[in-house]
């Protein structure tokens, strides 16, 4: 946790960008900030930072927002991970730019403490779930441990509803590793399995559910 | 390149001969000396010079739409060609001649007849009563309409293209030769076949004509309809902003030396918008989930601190439900009262019932200690709850407190009591 974090700021408004700036920790540098999806993808392939900071919706491009900038940075995936930010609370948003490769979703409204906490996670590898996400995963997936499933990607473990759960309940990761009596890296491995889960499986729900929450 | 053929401004009448004669390159007056001598041979030249006058614009009217559209075409006379540049007060001069030139062709066209049957042809009178009335109707309505929507109709109706002008001719002929048949028919009354025919012809001539027309205004309609929808929607957004975002930041204005009620207008003010973006009309059921949220929604407003829910499956509301909605409410007041912060409420609903977590990050209390009198915790919580089959656990440390929820549902099959 000790060393340099590089991120680039993409959000079109400005007042959001310089406020976010702001509240970040002090071991987080910004590098570039960007306003649209060309300025997002031409700045990303320059500076290479460790983290973006990514709205979800974006002007310019074809329309696609932050899952187009993500899109649009692929071969970086690797070496670059992608935060998802946005005042969106609809399943469709959030799940389109987590399926497009992004490490995790906040909401806009939390703290620059908070924030800092999901960027060093994101750096670290980790994924960075927030309740609301967590009970989409649950809605979409379903709370009940079913093994009649056909593949492994299209339902979560016991274990993996139990985190799921705890973090839809407001839980921090620590507090989770105490309740289930596990480290806090096996809770960051078990949440790491259901983003991967939720970006690979092509269980019909999955979509249904989003196209129906879209559609009705 | 020939002059296109365009009524002429230099008129005796409608401008006819002179528009003729410069398209045909010949001297005008040769021109006038042909028509009149075709009026003589059985009243030709005026059925003619009608023609062309009802069909051919003047440079005028060709000036005014010159630039849009092709221009009138004349099966292969060839109407193509450039605008031509007129002096603007010719057209009054023409108008005004309009009247007597009219008069004085219905008189030309009586003469031509009696001149015809003096020199031998005969002219079936019974005939022309019919014929005379139908021209002299489509005159008259025709010059009812104004030039530029006499120019709209010819549009609508294709009458600029040539296809579309064939069918319109064809079906006037058949209107006419319809509405012919129908009067004179009264010679031959007992064919009945003849009758049908006629009027078969009067509804497909009418109908041909119309067809084109009735299409377009129907689409007409359709854009207008789709306007207005757009129209209505805008206005309805417009309103809705106006009466709560406008509203809300002259508030927040106004308020703006409480740090309180600037979170509080602005966290409410976030929710009624989200609300109104996001949430399904269709999904506003009235359910378990709705509930919850209304709850918590009023209690953020109340206290001012931010209630969040998450909501995983819905369940629809019974009488057991309703007193899990009550306790819930307990449970998040009491947060929002003594812990304060961010609140987070998760809730998870389906047919086994329903659960509601209430989480705080307050001090947190000693569950044991609360004082029996208490009523808050034991009779809203605990009583309550127990009373309708369900369960509280409250767990409460210095890092904060959740209350669990639990309610089962009746099963469909166990007898309701």
Known sequence: MAEEISVVVVDDHAIFRSGLRADLDHRITVLAEAATVEEAIAAIHQHRPRVVLLDVHLPGGIGGGGAEVIAGCTQLLGATSFLALSVSDSAEDVVTVIRAGARGYVTKTISGTEISAAVFRVASGDAVFSPRLAGFVLDAFGTAAVASVDSELDRLSARELEVMRLIARGYSYKEVARELFISIKTVETHVSAVLRKLQLSSRHELTRWAAERRLL | MKAPL?????????????????????????????????????????????????????????????????????????????AVDTAPEVTARARAGRREALIGAALLVVAAAFVAQQLGASIQWGWVLPVGAVAVGAVLAWSQIDESRRAGLMDRAGAIQAGGMARLILGLVLVMVGVLIMVSGSISWSLTWSTLLATGAVLGGVGLVLAPWALKFWKDLEAERAGRIRETERAEIAAHLHDSVLQTLALIQNRAGSEHDVVRLARAQERELRSWLYADTARQTGNFADRIKAVAAEIEDSYGHPVDVVSVGDIPMSPRQEVMAQAAREAVLNAAKHAGGTISVYLEAGPFGSEVFVRDRGRGFDVDAVPADRMGIRESLYNRMQRHGGTVIIRSSTEGTEVKLRMPEEKSGEPRG
Request: charged share 15%; hydrophobic share 45%.
């Open chain 2, 6 to 82: 365009l009524r002429s401004n230099d008129a005796v009448i409608a401008g006819v001969c002179a528009g003729l004669a410069a398209h045909l390159g010949i001297s005008i007056r040769a021109t006038r000396i042909g028509m009149a001598a075709l009026c003589l041979a059985g009243g030709a030249g005026v059925l003619l010079y009608g023609w062309l006058w009802l069909l051919v614009p003047t440079t005028e009217e060709r000036r005014r739409r010159g630039t849009s559209s092709p221009g009138l075409r004349l099966g292969t006379t060839g109407l193509a060609g450039a």
